[in-house]
């Protein structure tokens, strides 16, 4: 069955960068997909961050999108996420998500990662 | 600001029906019959229980129905059970500068 599992630094410093993954099993991420992140501030609703298409075609959310890169690995089957810069206000739950084509609905999630900044 | 409108709270007892709307514009949920509903537990990611408007994936049960009617989505749960208490939300496809638009949210309160 399709799995999606987050990772990276759990603790990242205030102006550095944060680097995530997205392990992909079970279906490849070359297909005609959409893949996503997510994230969701403690105690906060969900906020997108950015889509991605199987083609490189993408969205990112015009708040972060001047810190954002998105990209896909089809070797390792993963996608990842870097945001620059970051603050405080950037600690948040990180969601990856898969995401069907045409009905835009999130089909698969992550279990998601934590992510705290702070010095 | 969420791009679609939703309570941010409902609540129901055991046994009844609650309904949470969900609201958007002409650029989604009033031109796409592409309305998702997802359910989160505390601690827990995201689960979809609700697409194109009113399907269901497999294992979900038929307690959780949906509907839409003009730019206003629906999620219906019926025989509220105590582990219905979770957050919800709701999301279109959209042909504003972006894939999809999410909810605010809402808080569901079985008493």
């Known amino acids: 069955q399709v799995q999606l599992q987050e990772s990276g630094p759990g603790l990242v410093k205030p102006s550095d960068t944060l680097s995530l993954t997205c392990a992909v099993s079970g279906y490849s991420v070359n297909s005609r997909v959409w893949w996503g992140w997510i994230r969701q501030p403690p105690g906060k609703g969900l906020e997108w961050i950015g889509y991605l298409f199987y083609t490189g075609s993408f969205y990112y959310s015009p708040s972060l999108e001047s810190r954002l890169t998105m990209s896909l690995d089809t070797a390792k089957n993963q996608i990842s996420l870097k945001l620059r810069s970051v603050t405080a206000v950037d600690t948040a739950v990180y969601y990856c998500?898969?995401?069907?084509?045409?009905?835009?609905?999130?089909?698969?999630w992550g279990p998601g990662m934590l992510v705290t900044v702070a010095s | 600001q969420s791009a679609l409108t939703q309570p941010a709270s409902v609540s129901g007892s055991p046994g009844q029906s609650i309904t949470i709307s969900c609201t958007g514009t002409s650029s989604d949920i009033g031109h796409y019959n592409y309305v998702s509903w997802y359910q989160q537990h505390p601690g827990k990611a995201p689960k979809l229980i609700i697409y194109e408007v009113s399907n269901r994936p497999s294992g979900v049960s038929s307690r959780f129905s949906g509907f839409k009617s003009g730019h206003t989505a629906s999620l219906t749960i019926s025989g509220l059970q105590p582990e219905d208490e979770a957050d919800y939300y709701c999301s279109s496809y959209t042909s504003s500068t972006t894939l999809a638009v999410l909810g605010g949210g809402t808080k569901l309160t079985v008493l």
């Open positions: 998500a898969r995401i069907r084509v045409p009905e835009a609905a999130f089909d698969y």
